[in-house]
């Protein structure tokens, strides 16, 4: 184990918090978009199926994003092992979204308690990929929900799962899953072979994080006031309902924390698709209903790397052998189920 993982995640996670992606700098998942779309024209250029040509292509970028990140990371522990720190902290900050969520959402927010519905679609048009231009408020504000619970998973759980189970180098290549999933896993006649690969991947990658999510949220919705017994309720009955395997879970325990119901009719690039269902329509969905899932969001996200941190510590403990381990005199050269940059 990286002795400095939990603290290189902690820290990580408050820059989140406090700066987000900053606007200015090359973010490493628009690099990472870059990369895919040159790929892709070469890959379609010379390989005929476009079934395999999209494995290649998952292949190539998420193996390709790991080992970069990580000879990167390597770089700088051979210049200075406090570089090597940073660089971890950065990369890991980066593979982050809490901010980004809650600015996005809360831009969302702000426009529909202005009255201001044709800014609300623009700004929700920024974080979903419906069409948005003739929504009324309840659905924009459903629309917002839906994608900030989403979300929660992918910007937030999975990518702090992998952080902790494998470093920042893992961490990145879960975004380059998150990413590749977002620019061609679409189920459209362009991508639905040659994106079949991506979008699988992405499913696996989410399994185990959409799970943590399960549990996560209903407690995040008791400490935030919101409805538990109905998150856990709503979570088992339609948590499965989702055309995605994973999407479907942080949905039905949002729509139930908060009484509300999600899914239904959308409109996708002009052509209108059907979700069903998710929750009871006990009260219409509102404005507050998005503040309130924010509040759900940004407490999640402290439950989830409190507890990673809590868990990798405690199999520090055990791993090292108890009192030697508090002491400092624990043998550290022992093999570890976590990542570990080598030390020079």
Not at 43 to 70: C, D, H, K, M
Not at 117 to 135: E, F, P, W, Y
Request: aromatic share 10%; with cysteine.
């Amino acid at each position: 184990m990286n002795d400095y993982l939990p603290l290189q995640i902690g820290i990580a996670f408050l820059l989140d918090i406090m700066i987000g992606d900053p606007r200015w700098f090359p973010h490493p998942v628009r690099m990472i978009g870059v990369c895919i779309e040159y790929v892709e024209k070469i890959l379609r250029r010379f390989v005929p199926s476009e079934q395999i040509a999209g494995v290649f292509l998952t292949f190539i970028i998420v193996v390709g994003t790991y080992l970069v990140t990580y000879q990167l990371l390597v770089f700088f522990y051979e210049i200075r092992w406090s570089l090597g720190i940073v660089a971890s902290i950065v990369i890991i900050f980066f593979s982050l979204s809490t901010r980004d969520l809650l600015r996005e959402t809360g831009n969302v927010l702000s426009a529909l308690k202005a009255g201001d519905l044709k800014q609300a679609r623009k700004n929700l048009a920024r974080i979903v990929g419906r069409d948005t231009h003739n929504l009324n408020e309840q659905q924009v504000a459903a629309g917002c929900i839906e994608t900030s619970a989403e979300n929660i998973v992918d910007g937030i759980i999975a990518p702090l799962f992998y952080a902790f189970i494998g470093g920042p180098a893992l961490a990145m290549a879960y975004k380059s899953i998150n990413t590749l999933d977002s620019m061609v896993g679409y189920k459209n006649e362009k991508y639905l072979n040659f994106g079949w690969a991506s979008a699988k991947l992405d499913d696996i990658a989410n399994f185990i994080p959409a799970r943590i999510a399960a549990i996560i949220l209903p407690i995040s919705s008791l400490l935030c006031g919101a409805d538990y017994s109905n998150s856990v309720k709503i979570l088992k009955r339609d948590g499965h309902k989702h055309p995605s395997p994973n999407s479907g879970i942080p949905e039905a325990a949002i729509a139930g924390a908060l009484g509300i119901r999600l899914g239904g009719p959308s409109v996708y690039n002009n052509i209108s698709s059907f979700k069903p269902f998710i929750g009871d329509p006990h009260k219409n969905v509102s404005p507050d209903d998005i503040n309130n899932t924010s509040k759900i969001v940004m407490v999640s996200a402290i439950i989830a790397v409190v507890v990673g941190i809590a868990f990798v510590m405690i199999e520090g403990y055990m791993s090292m052998g108890g009192s030697d381990f508090i002491m400092g005199t624990a043998d550290t050269t022992s093999p570890q189920i976590f990542y570990k940059i080598p030390s020079f």
